[in-house]
């Protein structure tokens, strides 16, 4: 499978306690469902894991990763983000969108001119910002992804219409 046809689902924290243990973080909307996507691969898809949750801790969940026995070896794994394959993953309502299928879209306003790319997607918990590069501006422009202000999202074409908030653009 290609890497376009896998979607982060997480990442490793570093290792939880001695026995080979890591903390994982999940980005799944039912946190815990991030065992059942398995098996996890890594951004390369050069090594994949089964995952077992052991228990609930600071910030994620203590797991148990397939061929991970020991303290160093989950050590080593930390940073890891984890890539699930998306026909593992539930089908979403059209309203809603996996965060990686919106990463490089091209965003336009709504009279067609175009203010940029999207690169990342933040949420620092009063929804989601659209980090917006365009090559005139020395700041990336976050656009709150809500539907007043990006009413067109079109996967097909690759492209988000946004109708700027006044004072934003």
Do not use: W
Not at 83 to 95: E, K, M, S, V
């Amino acid at each position: 499978m290609s890497q376009d046809d896998r979607v982060c689902v997480g990442s490793i924290a570093g290792a939880f306690g001695v026995r080979g243990e890591v903390r994982l973080k999940s980005f799944c909307a039912d946190p815990e469902a991030i065992a059942d996507y398995g098996p996890l691969f890594t951004e390369d898809g050069s090594r994949s894991y089964t995952i077992r949750l052991t228990r609930p801790v600071a910030g994620g969940f203590g797991a148990r990763l397939s061929g991970v026995q020991t303290k160093e070896e989950a050590d080593a794994l930390r940073g890891t983000m984890l890539y699930a394959d998306r026909d593992r993953l539930p089908g979403l309502p059209d309203d809603e969108f996996y965060h990686a299928d919106l990463i490089g879209l091209e965003v336009y306003d709504p009279g067609g001119a175009r203010l940029g790319i999207i690169r990342a997607i933040h949420n620092h918990g009063a929804g989601d910002l659209l980090e917006v590069h365009s090559p005139g501006r020395r700041q990336p422009l976050l656009v709150p992804f809500t539907l007043a202000v990006v009413p067109t999202v079109d996967i097909a074409r690759k492209r988000v219409i946004a109708d700027l908030p006044e004072g934003l653009d």
